[in-house]
Protein backbone atom coordinates (compact mmCIF):
# COMPACT_ATOMS: atom_id res chain seq x y z
CA UNK A 1 0.00 0.00 0.00
CA UNK A 2 1.75 3.39 -1.51
CA UNK A 3 0.77 6.57 -0.50
CA UNK A 4 2.79 8.18 -3.45
CA UNK A 5 -0.21 7.92 -5.93
CA UNK A 6 -2.24 10.30 -3.79
CA UNK A 7 -1.44 13.87 -5.34
CA UNK A 8 0.93 15.96 -2.84
CA UNK A 9 -1.78 19.08 -1.39
CA UNK A 10 -2.03 18.21 1.93
CA UNK A 11 -0.14 18.47 4.88
CA UNK A 12 -1.30 15.19 6.85
CA UNK A 13 -0.87 13.09 10.02
CA UNK A 14 0.92 10.21 10.10
CA UNK A 15 -1.79 7.92 10.71
CA UNK A 16 -4.88 5.93 8.32
CA UNK A 17 -8.15 6.24 10.04
CA UNK A 18 -10.19 2.95 9.94
CA UNK A 19 -13.95 3.42 11.89
CA UNK A 20 -15.64 6.04 13.91
CA UNK A 21 -18.73 5.70 16.31
CA UNK A 22 -20.31 8.88 17.88
CA UNK A 23 -17.48 11.46 19.19
CA UNK A 24 -14.27 8.81 18.65
CA UNK A 25 -12.56 7.45 15.91
CA UNK A 26 -9.68 4.49 15.86
CA UNK A 27 -6.53 4.32 13.85
CA UNK A 28 -5.68 0.87 11.72
CA UNK A 29 -3.43 -0.04 15.29
CA UNK A 30 -6.60 0.47 17.02
CA UNK A 31 -5.55 3.90 18.58
CA UNK A 32 -8.83 5.42 19.96
CA UNK A 33 -9.34 8.94 19.39
CA UNK A 34 -11.78 12.20 20.74
CA UNK A 35 -12.66 13.70 17.67
CA UNK A 36 -13.01 17.50 17.99
CA UNK A 37 -11.85 18.25 14.19
CA UNK A 38 -15.13 16.72 12.93
CA UNK A 39 -13.72 16.09 9.53
CA UNK A 40 -13.56 20.65 9.59
CA UNK A 41 -17.21 20.91 11.30
CA UNK A 42 -19.04 18.31 9.04
CA UNK A 43 -19.63 15.36 10.96
CA UNK A 44 -22.52 17.25 12.68
CA UNK A 45 -24.16 13.87 14.18
CA UNK A 46 -20.66 12.44 14.90
CA UNK A 47 -19.41 9.59 13.30
CA UNK A 48 -21.88 6.31 11.62
CA UNK A 49 -24.76 7.49 13.36
CA UNK A 50 -27.58 5.39 12.90
CA UNK A 51 -29.68 8.54 10.96
CA UNK A 52 -27.56 8.52 8.43
CA UNK A 53 -26.87 5.15 7.91
CA UNK A 54 -30.58 4.69 7.31
CA UNK A 55 -30.70 7.37 4.75
CA UNK A 56 -28.17 5.79 2.75
CA UNK A 57 -29.20 2.05 2.94
CA UNK A 58 -33.11 2.93 2.31
CA UNK A 59 -32.35 5.33 -0.41
CA UNK A 60 -29.22 3.45 -2.15
CA UNK A 61 -31.95 0.48 -2.38
CA UNK A 62 -34.27 3.09 -4.28
CA UNK A 63 -32.53 5.75 -6.65
CA UNK A 64 -29.26 7.03 -6.49
CA UNK A 65 -29.17 9.12 -9.27
CA UNK A 66 -30.62 10.35 -12.08
CA UNK A 67 -29.55 13.80 -13.18
CA UNK A 68 -31.34 17.40 -13.24
CA UNK A 69 -33.44 16.75 -16.06
CA UNK A 70 -35.87 15.10 -14.10
CA UNK A 71 -37.31 15.51 -10.42
CA UNK A 72 -36.51 12.97 -7.54
CA UNK A 73 -38.53 13.66 -4.00
CA UNK A 74 -35.72 13.96 -1.64
CA UNK A 75 -34.65 16.89 -3.73
CA UNK A 76 -37.92 18.55 -3.46
CA UNK A 77 -38.26 17.41 0.49
CA UNK A 78 -34.95 18.70 1.01
CA UNK A 79 -35.53 22.06 -0.34
CA UNK A 80 -38.69 22.57 1.39
CA UNK A 81 -37.29 21.91 4.76
CA UNK A 82 -34.37 24.56 4.27
CA UNK A 83 -37.29 26.88 3.06
CA UNK A 84 -39.33 26.12 5.86
CA UNK A 85 -36.85 27.04 8.16
CA UNK A 86 -35.27 30.58 6.29
CA UNK A 87 -36.61 33.92 5.30
CA UNK A 88 -35.80 32.37 1.82
CA UNK A 89 -37.59 30.82 -1.18
CA UNK A 90 -35.63 28.92 -3.41
CA UNK A 91 -32.44 26.37 -3.16
CA UNK A 92 -29.32 25.03 -5.74
CA UNK A 93 -28.60 22.29 -4.44
CA UNK A 94 -24.44 21.54 -5.26
CA UNK A 95 -21.78 19.31 -4.26
CA UNK A 96 -19.18 21.52 -1.69
CA UNK A 97 -18.90 24.47 -0.22
CA UNK A 98 -16.57 26.01 -2.48
CA UNK A 99 -19.29 25.20 -5.62
CA UNK A 100 -22.11 26.78 -3.06
CA UNK A 101 -19.80 30.00 -3.33
CA UNK A 102 -19.47 30.10 -7.21
CA UNK A 103 -23.43 29.55 -7.13
CA UNK A 104 -23.43 32.84 -4.88
CA UNK A 105 -21.18 34.74 -6.96
CA UNK A 106 -22.98 33.91 -10.54
CA UNK A 107 -26.20 35.33 -8.45
CA UNK A 108 -24.89 38.67 -7.83
CA UNK A 109 -22.74 38.86 -11.00
CA UNK A 110 -26.81 37.99 -12.95
CA UNK A 111 -28.24 40.36 -10.57
CA UNK A 112 -26.56 43.01 -11.34
CA UNK A 113 -26.45 42.47 -14.88
CA UNK A 114 -30.29 42.56 -14.89
CA UNK A 115 -30.15 46.23 -13.27
CA UNK A 116 -29.30 47.27 -16.86
CA UNK A 117 -26.25 48.12 -15.81
CA UNK A 118 -23.33 46.40 -17.67
CA UNK A 119 -20.81 47.95 -15.13
CA UNK A 120 -22.67 46.62 -12.06
CA UNK A 121 -20.60 43.73 -11.27
CA UNK A 122 -18.20 44.81 -8.34
CA UNK A 123 -18.00 41.64 -5.55
CA UNK A 124 -16.91 43.06 -2.39
CA UNK A 125 -15.19 40.22 0.29
CA UNK A 126 -13.74 40.58 3.55
CA UNK A 127 -9.99 40.52 4.29
CA UNK A 128 -9.36 36.87 5.84
CA UNK A 129 -11.80 35.05 4.98
CA UNK A 130 -12.32 32.24 3.16
CA UNK A 131 -14.73 30.82 0.47
CA UNK A 132 -13.02 28.01 -1.21
CA UNK A 133 -10.27 26.65 -3.72
CA UNK A 134 -12.09 27.05 -7.26
CA UNK A 135 -11.01 29.99 -9.12
CA UNK A 136 -13.99 32.30 -8.89
CA UNK A 137 -13.78 31.36 -4.81
CA UNK A 138 -10.52 31.88 -4.18
CA UNK A 139 -10.75 35.34 -6.04
CA UNK A 140 -13.18 36.34 -2.63
CA UNK A 141 -10.87 34.41 -0.27
CA UNK A 142 -8.80 37.38 1.54
CA UNK A 143 -5.35 35.39 2.21
CA UNK A 144 -2.86 35.96 0.16
CA UNK A 145 -1.00 32.43 0.97
CA UNK A 146 -3.90 30.71 -0.66
CA UNK A 147 -4.35 33.02 -3.86
CA UNK A 148 -0.37 33.82 -4.85
CA UNK A 149 0.74 30.88 -7.10
CA UNK A 150 -2.56 31.35 -9.14
CA UNK A 151 -2.77 34.77 -10.58
CA UNK A 152 -4.69 36.33 -12.46
CA UNK A 153 -7.60 35.70 -10.42
CA UNK A 154 -11.34 37.46 -11.59
CA UNK A 155 -11.60 40.48 -11.90
CA UNK A 156 -13.98 42.80 -10.71
CA UNK A 157 -13.78 42.04 -6.83
CA UNK A 158 -12.11 44.09 -4.26
CA UNK A 159 -10.86 43.65 -0.55
CA UNK A 160 -12.56 45.04 2.42
CA UNK A 161 -10.97 44.95 5.82
CA UNK A 162 -13.23 42.53 7.77
CA UNK A 163 -15.57 44.26 10.41
CA UNK A 164 -14.42 47.46 9.54
CA UNK A 165 -17.38 49.53 8.71
CA UNK A 166 -15.83 52.59 7.02
CA UNK A 167 -13.55 50.94 4.51
CA UNK A 168 -17.28 49.11 3.59
CA UNK A 169 -18.88 52.82 3.53
CA UNK A 170 -15.78 54.54 1.33
CA UNK A 171 -15.71 51.08 -1.35
CA UNK A 172 -19.41 50.58 -1.76
CA UNK A 173 -21.39 52.48 -4.80
CA UNK A 174 -23.58 51.51 -7.54
CA UNK A 175 -21.22 49.18 -9.65
CA UNK A 176 -20.97 46.48 -6.24
CA UNK A 177 -23.58 44.11 -6.96
CA UNK A 178 -22.73 41.79 -4.43
CA UNK A 179 -20.83 41.50 -0.52
CA UNK A 180 -19.88 37.98 0.29
CA UNK A 181 -19.17 37.95 4.11
CA UNK A 182 -18.86 34.89 6.79
CA UNK A 183 -20.62 35.90 10.10
CA UNK A 184 -17.80 34.11 11.85
CA UNK A 185 -14.74 33.55 10.03
CA UNK A 186 -13.50 29.90 10.34
CA UNK A 187 -10.19 29.15 8.58
CA UNK A 188 -9.41 32.81 9.19
CA UNK A 189 -9.26 32.19 13.20
CA UNK A 190 -12.82 32.43 14.47
CA UNK A 191 -13.16 35.98 14.25
CA UNK A 192 -17.12 37.06 14.41
CA UNK A 193 -18.32 39.64 12.25
CA UNK A 194 -19.68 42.79 14.49
CA UNK A 195 -23.73 43.12 14.73
CA UNK A 196 -23.13 46.75 13.53
CA UNK A 197 -20.82 45.76 10.44
CA UNK A 198 -23.13 43.47 9.39
CA UNK A 199 -25.68 46.03 9.60
CA UNK A 200 -24.11 48.19 7.99
CA UNK A 201 -23.69 45.99 4.96
CA UNK A 202 -27.40 45.09 4.71
CA UNK A 203 -28.10 49.12 4.71
CA UNK A 204 -25.67 49.45 1.75
CA UNK A 205 -26.79 46.62 0.27
CA UNK A 206 -30.50 48.26 0.03
CA UNK A 207 -29.14 51.64 -0.61
CA UNK A 208 -27.29 50.16 -3.87
CA UNK A 209 -29.63 47.62 -4.84
CA UNK A 210 -26.27 44.93 -4.43
CA UNK A 211 -26.87 41.54 -2.84
CA UNK A 212 -25.37 40.38 0.96
CA UNK A 213 -24.17 36.91 0.43
CA UNK A 214 -23.48 35.44 3.51
CA UNK A 215 -20.93 32.11 3.77
CA UNK A 216 -22.28 29.91 6.38
CA UNK A 217 -21.05 27.05 5.21
CA UNK A 218 -18.96 26.91 8.21
CA UNK A 219 -20.49 28.29 10.95
CA UNK A 220 -24.24 27.23 9.55
CA UNK A 221 -26.24 24.15 9.81
CA UNK A 222 -26.65 24.37 13.63
CA UNK A 223 -23.15 24.78 14.59
CA UNK A 224 -24.01 28.18 15.87
CA UNK A 225 -27.06 27.16 18.01
CA UNK A 226 -29.39 27.89 15.17
CA UNK A 227 -29.81 26.52 11.63
CA UNK A 228 -28.70 29.72 10.27
CA UNK A 229 -26.15 31.85 11.61
CA UNK A 230 -27.94 34.90 10.22
CA UNK A 231 -30.43 34.33 12.97
CA UNK A 232 -27.71 34.79 15.84
CA UNK A 233 -26.67 38.37 14.00
CA UNK A 234 -30.40 39.80 13.48
CA UNK A 235 -29.34 40.49 9.72
CA UNK A 236 -31.10 38.35 6.77
CA UNK A 237 -28.91 38.13 4.06
CA UNK A 238 -30.28 37.65 0.28
CA UNK A 239 -27.84 35.03 -0.63
CA UNK A 240 -26.33 32.25 2.08
CA UNK A 241 -23.86 29.48 1.01
CA UNK A 242 -24.00 25.84 2.99
CA UNK A 243 -22.00 22.60 2.94
CA UNK A 244 -19.88 20.93 5.16
CA UNK A 245 -22.45 19.56 7.95
CA UNK A 246 -25.34 19.84 5.93
CA UNK A 247 -24.52 16.49 4.32
CA UNK A 248 -22.68 14.88 7.60
CA UNK A 249 -20.03 13.52 5.84
CA UNK A 250 -21.87 13.05 2.58
CA UNK A 251 -20.67 15.61 0.08
CA UNK A 252 -23.12 18.31 -0.36
CA UNK A 253 -23.94 21.94 -1.18
CA UNK A 254 -26.82 24.39 -1.38
CA UNK A 255 -26.58 27.81 -2.12
CA UNK A 256 -30.43 29.40 -0.87
CA UNK A 257 -31.95 32.99 -2.00
CA UNK A 258 -34.86 35.02 -1.32
CA UNK A 259 -37.36 36.48 -3.26
CA UNK A 260 -34.84 39.03 -4.48
CA UNK A 261 -32.09 37.20 -5.56
CA UNK A 262 -34.15 34.06 -6.93
CA UNK A 263 -35.00 35.41 -10.16
CA UNK A 264 -31.90 36.31 -11.16
CA UNK A 265 -30.70 32.43 -12.55
CA UNK A 266 -33.12 31.05 -15.38
CA UNK A 267 -32.62 27.29 -17.15
CA UNK A 268 -28.89 27.38 -18.54
CA UNK A 269 -27.95 29.71 -15.88
CA UNK A 270 -26.25 27.38 -13.70
CA UNK A 271 -26.05 23.53 -13.51
CA UNK A 272 -24.57 20.40 -11.53
CA UNK A 273 -24.62 16.73 -12.87
CA UNK A 274 -24.55 15.69 -8.90
CA UNK A 275 -26.08 18.28 -7.68
CA UNK A 276 -29.03 17.61 -5.63
CA UNK A 277 -28.95 13.88 -6.43
CA UNK A 278 -31.64 11.73 -4.22
CA UNK A 279 -28.60 10.15 -2.30
CA UNK A 280 -27.42 13.30 -1.07
CA UNK A 281 -30.79 15.21 -0.52
CA UNK A 282 -31.78 12.12 1.51
CA UNK A 283 -28.67 11.90 3.72
CA UNK A 284 -29.07 15.70 3.95
CA UNK A 285 -32.97 15.76 5.11
CA UNK A 286 -32.13 12.78 7.87
CA UNK A 287 -29.53 15.30 9.32
CA UNK A 288 -31.57 18.05 9.17
CA UNK A 289 -34.63 16.03 10.60
CA UNK A 290 -32.28 14.85 13.69
CA UNK A 291 -30.50 18.72 13.87
CA UNK A 292 -33.86 20.67 13.63
CA UNK A 293 -36.32 18.29 15.27
CA UNK A 294 -34.97 15.68 17.33
CA UNK A 295 -33.48 18.65 19.38
CA UNK A 296 -29.73 18.72 18.48
CA UNK A 297 -29.83 21.91 17.75
CA UNK A 298 -31.83 23.16 20.55
CA UNK A 299 -29.02 21.70 22.59
CA UNK A 300 -26.29 23.58 21.69
CA UNK A 301 -26.17 26.25 23.44
CA UNK A 302 -25.55 24.43 27.01
CA UNK A 303 -23.02 22.58 25.69
CA UNK A 304 -21.40 25.37 24.29
CA UNK A 305 -21.70 27.16 27.73
CA UNK A 306 -20.17 24.05 29.12
CA UNK A 307 -17.39 23.92 26.92
CA UNK A 308 -16.44 27.92 26.87
CA UNK A 309 -16.34 27.33 30.63
CA UNK A 310 -14.14 25.01 30.65
CA UNK A 311 -12.11 26.54 28.21
CA UNK A 312 -11.59 29.67 30.18
CA UNK A 313 -10.88 27.41 33.12
CA UNK A 314 -7.69 26.22 31.41
CA UNK A 315 -6.99 29.64 30.76
CA UNK A 316 -6.92 31.08 34.03
CA UNK A 317 -5.30 27.88 35.16
CA UNK A 318 -2.40 27.58 32.64
CA UNK A 319 -0.65 30.98 30.86
CA UNK A 320 -0.85 29.16 27.51
CA UNK A 321 -4.13 30.16 26.24
CA UNK A 322 -4.29 34.02 24.85
CA UNK A 323 -8.36 34.09 24.41
CA UNK A 324 -11.12 31.74 24.11
CA UNK A 325 -13.39 32.84 21.33
CA UNK A 326 -15.94 31.92 19.25
CA UNK A 327 -20.24 31.05 19.26
CA UNK A 328 -21.95 27.56 20.30
CA UNK A 329 -19.80 24.81 18.72
CA UNK A 330 -17.62 26.51 16.67
CA UNK A 331 -14.64 27.74 19.22
CA UNK A 332 -11.44 28.56 19.28
CA UNK A 333 -8.36 28.91 21.50
CA UNK A 334 -5.28 31.86 20.56
CA UNK A 335 -2.51 30.08 21.49
CA UNK A 336 1.03 30.94 20.29
CA UNK A 337 1.89 27.83 18.03
CA UNK A 338 -1.05 25.97 16.92
CA UNK A 339 0.06 23.82 14.75
CA UNK A 340 2.56 22.65 17.45
CA UNK A 341 -0.49 22.36 20.28
CA UNK A 342 -2.37 20.29 18.02
CA UNK A 343 0.24 18.02 17.04
CA UNK A 344 0.51 17.53 21.32
CA UNK A 345 -2.97 16.83 21.75
CA UNK A 346 -3.19 14.47 18.47
CA UNK A 347 -0.48 12.10 20.36
CA UNK A 348 -2.74 12.20 23.53
CA UNK A 349 -5.80 11.01 21.34
CA UNK A 350 -7.75 14.16 20.64
CA UNK A 351 -8.27 15.51 16.92
CA UNK A 352 -8.57 19.33 16.83
CA UNK A 353 -7.47 21.50 13.91
CA UNK A 354 -5.68 24.91 13.67
CA UNK A 355 -7.21 27.85 11.89
CA UNK A 356 -4.13 29.88 10.89
CA UNK A 357 -0.67 30.14 12.83
CA UNK A 358 -1.76 31.01 16.16
CA UNK A 359 -5.90 29.28 16.56
CA UNK A 360 -6.71 26.14 17.42
CA UNK A 361 -10.09 24.84 16.66
CA UNK A 362 -12.64 23.07 18.95
CA UNK A 363 -14.98 21.59 16.43
CA UNK A 364 -17.00 19.05 18.18
CA UNK A 365 -20.17 17.12 16.75
CA UNK A 366 -23.44 18.66 17.97
CA UNK A 367 -24.51 15.88 19.65
CA UNK A 368 -21.20 15.36 21.68
CA UNK A 369 -21.79 14.52 25.06
CA UNK A 370 -20.99 15.95 28.32
CA UNK A 371 -18.54 13.25 29.01
CA UNK A 372 -16.79 13.02 25.66
CA UNK A 373 -16.51 17.23 26.47
CA UNK A 374 -14.45 16.40 29.73
CA UNK A 375 -12.76 13.61 28.02
CA UNK A 376 -11.27 16.60 25.84
CA UNK A 377 -10.78 18.90 28.21
CA UNK A 378 -8.76 16.66 30.48
CA UNK A 379 -6.21 15.91 26.91
CA UNK A 380 -6.09 19.37 26.40
CA UNK A 381 -4.98 19.77 30.33
CA UNK A 382 -2.82 16.91 30.21
CA UNK A 383 -1.00 19.04 26.99
CA UNK A 384 -0.56 22.47 28.53
CA UNK A 385 0.53 20.78 31.81
CA UNK A 386 3.17 19.30 29.55
CA UNK A 387 4.05 22.35 27.68
CA UNK A 388 4.41 24.12 30.96
CA UNK A 389 7.20 21.90 32.24
C1 LIG B 1 -14.84 24.82 4.03
C2 LIG B 1 -15.28 26.14 3.60
C3 LIG B 1 -15.47 26.44 2.25
C4 LIG B 1 -15.12 25.48 1.12
O1 LIG B 1 -15.87 24.31 1.19
P1 LIG B 1 -15.40 22.99 0.40
O2 LIG B 1 -16.50 22.02 0.66
O3 LIG B 1 -14.08 22.59 0.94
O4 LIG B 1 -15.32 23.35 -1.03
C5 LIG B 1 -15.96 27.70 1.92
N1 LIG B 1 -16.25 28.61 2.87
C6 LIG B 1 -16.07 28.35 4.18
C7 LIG B 1 -16.42 29.38 5.20
C8 LIG B 1 -15.57 27.11 4.58
O5 LIG B 1 -15.36 26.87 5.88
Known amino acids: MSKDN ?4 YGRFDVVFEKG ?10 KEYIDFASGVAVNCLGHCHPAIINAITEQSNKLIHISNYYWNTPNILLAEKLINNSDHNKVFFCNSGTEATEVALKVARKYGRL ?7 IILYMSNSFHGRTMGALSVTGQPRYQKDFLPLISGVKQIEFNDI ?3 KDNFYE ?4 VIIEPIQGEGGINAATTEFLKEARKLCDKYDSLLIFDEIQCGIGRLGSLFAYKKFGVIPDVISIAKALGGGFPIGACITNERASAALVPGDHGSTFGGNPLGCAVALAILNQLVDGGVIASVEEKSAYLKSKLLELKERYGIIDEVRGMGLLMGIKIKDAKAF ?3 CFVEGLLLVTAGADVVRILPPLNVSKEDIDAAINILEVVM ?3 KE
Open 6 to 9: IMNT
Open 21 to 30: VGSRVFDMNG
Open 115 to 121: KGNDSKN
Open 166 to 168: KDL
Open 175 to 178: DVCG
Open 342 to 344: VNL
Open 385 to 387: SEI
